[in-house]
């Protein structure tokens, strides 16, 4: 292995090993943190951030990237794939200039604190200066970005998120969906039954211990992870040492259990990483949609179908006393897949979710190109419900002002939600082939195959191949809309 | 201020940050990790601490430190005393070649693993290779750092731990104290009468909401830290995000608060702290011993009195349903007080405990000096516990392998613990004659004067002050054993 290559394994293990020390404290900062130390806590995230951007943009880095970049035959195809994930890690951090990256810091936290309030209040004026602000900042870095990738400026934001995945990708597989989804959500809501109502008090502790159970089936390992509660649900941590959230809702028996499973999608991930090259570039996960993948596989492959629900009842009603009708694997599964045209993001269903993403997708690239004005969003965003989703936000906190991501920053993030969904349903198209056992052995609790496929299929491979490459290799075939398409009419059209 | 000054205040903002977190990421290791983190966790730790040591030792924090130290009348008293203990934390750091650091990282790891074991077995002999390993990378680490403080080597390790107190301070107080207190636990051993025992069972619940309570009233506030349970107690955390956590004996009413009481102590130091210089060398605790002193004035000279626990009394018997002779203020203060020979320091009562820490002194000197070799410890700390407490120790687990100080590479720390004793008992006579109401306000668990003499006295002077100097302006004198002493014939004597 030549020198430069071994130089960069050990700065970019100090970088990991940086990183794993922010995930456990922005866990800590969520689950545990008593109030007074909100300041204190976010001087020392940014002390770590600038260590590890110190670190990604030191000349010693970029001087190594070009040593061990020389053609010598000797690195084998891990460390290949390694050097490739260093450099473009590096890319990212050197592309934009110092005092761009501290007025992002700014401008975002300004903007995320402002959005806050301006949510409580539902009232966009009040975010519009500073969200133009992180609009105009973002331009900028997106343009510096696409100067050193030779990319469009889209690209180049989105590399950071869904690396090798293009703007023209997305198009070709969001623009169909916008045009099939409003029809199939309507004939969905034509021929739905209506579940009967979970009605009951479902205490906390009970939904824990149902939860932490189920956990284990799924194949988490409390050895190497724990459950706690936040605010809203997540999964931070390191491979060997995972940090899962969820929340209890005590009227409401199995939202909670729905976050936990989905979360738990993240957590296999995670945990399931190659152990060898866990703190290098090419052992994290592939992309933001690929993790997404895998939440939504356990989530809402999996753990919302009807075999997962005939499993599931028993457990249900011995957890929680109940019993009768509503609480039936049926009207569970009616429950689990019910549709409705709604304006809430974070809450909507299977179907209507992608709607929700198309529109941000859409209005986040034309904010992007200076086709739409900050000043213009609100309008834009109701239009857009209007014409995709078939209601009309009554107020800026149900509409524009719902979701953090923009304010804080994060914008070309929103596709990956629905390519993580697309991916999934391709996966799972996949793995039904090769284990077409496995929806009877999810009706037993049985979920020890659909784990190793995974983990042999996506958990395993890092990120040693391109999104393409690696679904290419577990399905035979590069992401395409037709499983979901397929998935959506078998699930609710059938 | 002078730019030079300035760049170094900046860099050492950096470092506290990074010790912030370490703190927070090793509360979570006691208290929260599951054990698979275990190597993860070590990794991240390390990085984190060779960052800090690599920000100590730069070249450009020396040359900074040089320009700054140009005499220019510039710097304020808290800035020339800030600028004192940089100079001072880059000498520690600086003085220690880079592998011997390694080697020691290396040693204490090993020795530590080991002792854990040939504790369990009783087994001296299976420490001792590591144990003579960290001796030996210690006394060239003492005497790296001799040169670089124009001191001797005991000296220099001395002034990691105590700043400015010297082994000669420390022979001046410990050998009266040596020669005195072996004829002082006679007396007491002859004339205390043996208390009522407190039987019963007290459920951890109840202890922690009265151990809370105490917080509270003490001065502890629940906005800026917790409280939680580990192993053995301690205070971690940083000043608006305090870690505390005690554990708690079911069958034992008592321990649980003492030990919640000793940790409320060293919280309300790191709590006090100057505000304004929290994130700089001068904001820091002055020393180990001042920090002791501080825990030690909660635990044993206010919540072991008389007049703390008539007040406590009540709230005991409410909490857990008990009532009777056994837990009347009189029976808890006889609890409180009561001496014994005894083999474990960290067992032992107020007038035992400085022989301990005799003994414990007198060894590791002569380790470093050569006058003891490892192979020859187990047979010198047995004549030692004869001589000082009159009791042999049955087996080494017993004896020598009780404390991890030595494997972990901490010799020169023992002294701490009773220099903390014999200040806090300095400290509350200079208290006494300027709150003469002290006693009376304590009986009624209004604690809110001696929080502002503590603070105003010791919290709030942070590092400004070198031991010596802190103490004279708190009691017009520097250290001294006579109060100790009057203290002890007062409680156990009179």
Chains 1, 2 share one sequence.
Not at 388 to 411: C, K, M, N, T, Y
Not at 443 to 453: E, N, T, V
Request: hydrophobic share 40%; glycine share 8%.
């Amino acid at each position: 292995m030549p020198e430069a290559y071994r130089a960069l394994e050990a700065s970019f293990a100090r970088i990991s090993h940086l990183r794993g020390a922010l995930s456990v404290l922005q866990w800590d900062h969520q689950v545990m943190m008593p109030p007074g130390g909100n300041g204190v806590r976010a001087e020392q995230m940014a002390t770590l951030r600038e260590t590890v951007h110190g670190l990604l943009t030191s000349p010693e880095t970029g001087e190594l990237l070009d040593r061990a970049e020389q053609p010598s035959g000797e690195l084998d195809p891990w460390q290949a794939a390694n050097l490739c994930e260093m450099r473009r890690s590096h890319l990212h951090a050197t592309a934009v200039p110092a005092d761009l990256v501290t007025a992002l810091v700014r401008a975002t936290t300004t903007a995320e604190m402002t959005w806050r309030e301006a949510r409580k209040r539902s009232d966009f004026a009040m975010l519009r200066p500073g969200l133009e602000e992180v609009v105009r900042l973002t331009r900028e870095e997106a343009s510096a970005k696409a100067e050193a990738f030779g990319s469009s400026p889209h690209d180049a934001l989105l590399d950071g998120y869904e690396p090798g995945t293009t703007t023209a990708d997305i198009d070709a597989l969001f623009e169909p969906l916008a045009a099939f989804l409003p029809e199939v959500l309507e004939r969905v809501l034509e021929r739905q039954t209506e579940p009967l109502p979970l009605d009951g008090h479902f205490p906390a502790a009970g939904q824990k211990l149902l939860g932490e159970r189920l956990m284990s089936a799924l194949g988490f390992d409390f050895e190497r992870g724990r459950l706690d509660e936040s605010l809203h649900p997540f999964c931070g941590g390191v491979p060997d040492d995972i940090r899962m959230t969820t929340r209890y809702d005590e009227d409401d028996a199995f939202s909670g259990l729905l976050a936990i499973v989905h979360e738990t999608g993240h957590a296999l991930y995670n945990a399931g990483l190659p152990r060898d090259w866990r703190h290098q570039p090419v052992g994290k996960p592939r992309s933001f949609g690929v993790h997404e993948s895998q939440s939504l596989m356990v989530e809402m492959q999996v753990c919302r179908s009807r075999e997962f629900l005939q499993y599931l009842a028993p457990s249900l009603s011995e957890t929680f006393g109940v019993d009768g009708a509503a609480f039936s694997a049926d009207n569970l599964y009616r429950q689990a897949i019910r549709v409705e045209r709604s304006l809430i993001r974070v809450d909507a269903d299977e179907v209507t979710y992608p709607l929700h993403i198309v529109l941000r997708y859409r209005l986040e690239k034309a904010l992007l190109t200076g086709d739409l004005t900050v000043g213009d969003l609100p309008g834009a965003w109701n239009e857009g419900m209007r014409e995709l989703l078939g209601v009309e936000p009554p107020d800026e906190r149900r509409g524009v002002l719902q979701d953090i991501h923009w304010p804080s920053g994060a914008i070309g993030y929103f596709p990956c939600y629905t390519l993580g969904a697309i991916m999934a349903a391709q996966l799972r198209a996949a793995m039904l082939e090769a284990e077409p056992e496995l929806p009877s052995q999810i009706a037993k609790g049985d979920f020890s195959r659909l784990l190793a496929w995974l983990r042999a299929n996506v958990h395993e491979q890092g990120s040693r191949y391109d999104v393409r490459e690696l679904l290419t290799r577990a399905t035979g075939r590069p992401l395409e809309l037709q499983p979901f398409l397929a998935h959506l009419e078998a699930r609710y059209l059938a």
